[in-house]
């Protein structure tokens, strides 16, 4: 990939990140906190591309599938109604798949117990990024004029995942 291509490439992610950090600061509300969290995963992952030159194409590959989930996570944060809030959340589970399997991707190069630890963390977030479909499930069910709880409930578990997903992401980079 020539070096034009990656400039242009980071770039236009560079960009986008930097429109989920003013979010993270123009809000003010619970959500704040978990932007500025999707905001530093991407940073540090946006850094770990510059540094592993002989990984380019993997590394800017797994910074793009992690900033479609921080896109798909805002937009479910600043939802204001129950629809668009499952449809941003499914649209995020779906860019949680895709994250994984480029993790996984890159666990396989590992050797040893290092490959064992990852793809046990990998693993780990595959359950709970179950839990999340799970959840929303449940509150699909159990909404009833209450939708501000149920999301709650699946923004409670799309923490968890997101936080152990930004430990193991920079354990592998």
């Not at 986008?16 to 992952?45: C, K, N, S, Y």
């Amino acid at each position: 990939m020539s070096t034009i291509t990656i400039d242009k490439q980071l770039a236009e992610i560079r960009r986008r990140i930097d429109r989920l950090e003013g979010f993270a600061q123009a809000d003010t509300a619970a959500d704040g906190p978990r932007i500025r969290r999707h905001v530093d995963a991407l940073r540090r992952e946006e850094a770990s591309v510059l540094v592993a030159p002989d990984r380019l194409d993997e590394k800017l590959g797994q910074l793009k599938t992690r900033l479609a989930v921080a896109e798909n996570s805002v937009v479910a944060d600043v939802s204001d109604e129950w629809t668009a809030f499952a449809r941003a959340v499914e649209d995020e589970l779906r860019s949680w798949d895709t994250y994984l399997e480029r993790l996984q991707a890159t666990a396989a190069t590992k050797d040893g117990s290092a490959r064992e630890r990852a793809e046990a963390a990998i693993a780990d977030l595959r359950t709970r990024r179950i839990a999340v479909c799970d959840r929303l499930a449940q509150a699909r069910r159990d909404v009833n004029g209450a939708w501000y709880v149920q999301r709650n409930h699946v923004s409670a578990a799309r923490d968890e995942l997101e936080q152990r997903a930004d430990e193991l992401s920079a354990k592998i980079m």
